[in-house]
Structures are given as C-alpha cells and as structure tokens.
C-alpha cells in the first residue's frame, strides 16, 4: 500500500503543544544570520508559556535578538509522528524570580560556560500529528510520483 494523499494530519491544539513542549529537553532554533536561516539545537525548558534556555554570547544570541526566531521539537514512535513549531522573540532573562538558577534543569549540550539565561516569549504556536508508514510503503509505483511536472 502507497501512501495515501488523504492520510489524516492532526493539527494540535495550542494546549497539547505545550504538553509535548514540557514533554521533552531538546530542540532546535532558529534564527536568520546575514539573510540566511542557521539552525541551532539545544536543551530548554518550559516557563509560565515561555521557553527558556542557556547560551553563551556568540552568533545565536545576537542574531536571535535581532529578530524572529523559530524553536521546533518533534517525536516520533512505531505508527505515528509529531512536530512543534514555536515562532517568537529571545528576551533576555534579566530576573529569575520565580526560577530557581541552581535548580533549573537546564543542562546544555555542549561544555563550556553559558552563563546567559534566555527567553522564548512564544507569538504562535503549532504542531500536527499524523499516521507514519514503513519503509515498504515507499517500494511501491503508488509511491511514484504521478505528476506532469514528473514526466
């Protein structure tokens, strides 16, 4: 069996985006350095409807400032798969009330100082969930494409 163009896609609701969002510690970001979209990935966790992470100064701060961002996370098990897009601005982590920075669990990937706590302040948040095929669904002339633009 191919894959079939009216395969339900399940768009999530803002409020199971945010579950899958508590739901794990690693994502990517991304951010626009000198008009070409550069991806990051790194640990964060969820605070009062905001993402927050650690970093050290360098080019996914400064271009992450300067404007929009995007952060993404996404899963996947034996029949089903999902993704979650957050678009939104860094602020920087001034205060710390209420978190508690020698509690937090945030633990970067990479060794090094990251001594700077940072802000995702979400503008939209989204995500889908949908049914996945193996491999064998790809192996079939179903799952050729059969378009004009093909021939």
């Known amino acids: 069996m191919g894959i079939q163009p009216e395969d339900p896609v399940l768009h999530l609701q803002v409020h199971e985006c945010w579950e899958l969002l508590r ?8 951010v626009i350095v000198d008009g070409t979209p550069e991806i990051f990935p790194l640990t964060f ?11 050290a100064a360098g080019t996914k701060l400064s271009a992450g400032y300067a404007g929009p961002v995007a952060f993404e996370i996404d899963g996947r098990d034996d029949s089903t798969a ?9 602020e920087p982590l001034i205060s710390f009330e209420p978190l ?22 979400a503008e939209s948040v989204t995500g889908r969930w949908f049914s ?20």
């Open 23 to 30: 739901g794990t510690d690693l994502g990517r970001l991304a």
């Open 45 to 55: 966790v969820v605070d009062h409807g905001t993402l927050v992470f650690r970093s």
């Open 82 to 90: 999902w993704s979650v897009v957050v678009h939104g601005q860094l």
């Open 100 to 121: 508690d920075t020698e509690t937090l669990p945030l633990y970067p990937l990479q060794p090094g100082q990251k001594p700077r706590f940072v802000r995702i302040v």
């Open 132 to 151: 996945t095929v193996g491999p064998e669904a790809w192996h079939t002339a179903d799952a050729l494409p059969h378009s004009p633009a093909w021939e």
